[in-house]
T-cell receptor
């Protein structure tokens, strides 16, 4: 049963705290992506990775960090430098070389206490 | 600079009628286009795609039309069903590059 999983579904962050969102896929996809969605807005790209141990900044990378140590995993850390972290975070993956049909996980909603 | 625009924030359609969702783009290098459907608090689900070598692609009740000269694509849903009520995002890319998403259109299908 292949797919993309994200955990937790809801996450609360205190001021000055770093938090990490998990994203795992068992689709054998090469590329993985992190997006942020705010109310009434489209999806904005935070970071993406096309191969293991390599990743690139997207349009709104400031205040975020990622790692890609395994093909299946692409965790996103929301650092204390991100001043407006409250949003719905979506992870996606795709097969390289077959266009850009990306498949999404269920999302994590991050709230600031 | 919005390269992909969905100018209608919302659309309301009667059950059984056609829903037409529109999307405009500015980057003439885009050659692959997709539509996603999204329910609240869930990830987007891929619906249908079209490459620039085609002007139409059908999948069941969903048809996507591409007008390259006008830099316009549309998604037709026929017949519309209450379960189609969701946010619809169009997205575009240059082959092998990252997707650019529109802001989304909320579709409400009334029964």
């Amino acid at each position: 049963d292949g797919g993309i999983t994200q955990s937790p579904k809801y996450l609360f962050r205190k001021e000055g705290q770093n938090v990490t969102l998990s994203c795992e896929q068992n689709l054998n996809h090469d590329a993985m992506y992190w997006y942020r969605q705010d109310p009434g807005q489209g999806l904005r790209l935070i970071y993406y990775s096309q191969i293991v141990n390599d990743f690139q900044k997207g349009d709104i990378a400031e205040g975020y960090s990622v790692s890609r140590e395994k093909k299946e995993s692409f965790p996103l850390t929301v650092t204390s430098a991100q001043k407006n972290p409250t949003a719905f975070y979506l992870c996606a993956s795709s097969i390289m070389g077959e266009g850009e049909t990306q498949y999404f996980g269920p999302g994590t909603r991050l709230l600031v206490l | 600079d919005q390269q992909v625009k969905q100018n209608s924030p919302s659309l309301s359609v009667q059950e059984g009628r056609i829903s037409i969702l529109n999307c405009d783009y500015t980057n003439s290098m885009f050659d692959y286009f997709l539509w996603y459907k999204k329910y609240p608090a869930e990830g987007p689900t891929f619906l249908i795609s079209i490459s620039s070598i085609k002007d139409k692609n059908e999948d069941g009740r969903f048809t996507v039309f591409l007008n390259k000269s006008a830099k316009h694509l549309s998604l037709h849903i026929v017949p519309s069903q209450p379960g189609d009520s969701a946010v619809y995002f169009c997205a575009a890319s240059e082959w092998g590059n990252k997707l650019v998403f529109g802001a989304g259109t909320i579709l409400r299908v009334k029964s």
